[in-house]
């Protein structure tokens, strides 16, 4: 490695060296939390896909796990062994098959938490673009940040 221990970068001019121009705020009173209004102007549409999409699926991971439940609840109620059964005699059936299985319940499930998925992610995502469209119209949302009292 180098050393680089004798490098000496320029002294900074007269101008660098003046302080900043003091940004402009209001007078706080001791005591008094201090408050800003600001606007919410846009929304970054990629940002938006990004933060649903991982919301999307922790709640179809949370609707799998409800629907599991759910259904361990109800076969130990013996709920699905009547239904089965009852089933069977109307229908004169001599298979075993019946009406519902775990493998149809977990099934209709997952399809219905993807489209759950895909609907969450899109409608946010087109949500961000009208919003950013009527907000240019308008103006944003106003939201006023405070010290905790």
Do not use: C
Request: net charge negative; proline share 5%.
């Amino acid at each position: 490695m180098p050393d680089l221990s004798s490098v000496r970068h320029p002294a900074p001019s007269n101008e660098a060296q003046k302080a900043p121009a003091p940004v402009a705020v209001a007078a706080r009173v001791e005591g008094e939390p201090l408050r800003a209004t600001i606007q919410i102007r846009k929304i970054d549409p990629w940002s938006t896909l990004k933060i649903s999409l991982v919301i999307a699926v922790s709640l179809f991971f949370v609707w799998m796990v409800a629907v599991g439940l759910l259904y361990a609840v109800l076969d130990g109620m013996g709920v699905w062994d009547r239904l089965n059964s009852a089933f069977t005699e109307i229908v004169n059936e001599d298979g075993g098959g019946g009406l519902v299985s775990a493998g149809q319940v977990f099934g209709y499930a997952a399809v219905i938490g993807i489209l759950n998925v895909v609907l969450f992610t899109a409608l946010t995502t087109i949500g961000s673009f009208i919003y950013n469209l009527s907000s240019d119209l308008v103006g944003g949302v106003e939201v006023t940040l405070a010290d905790r009292d």
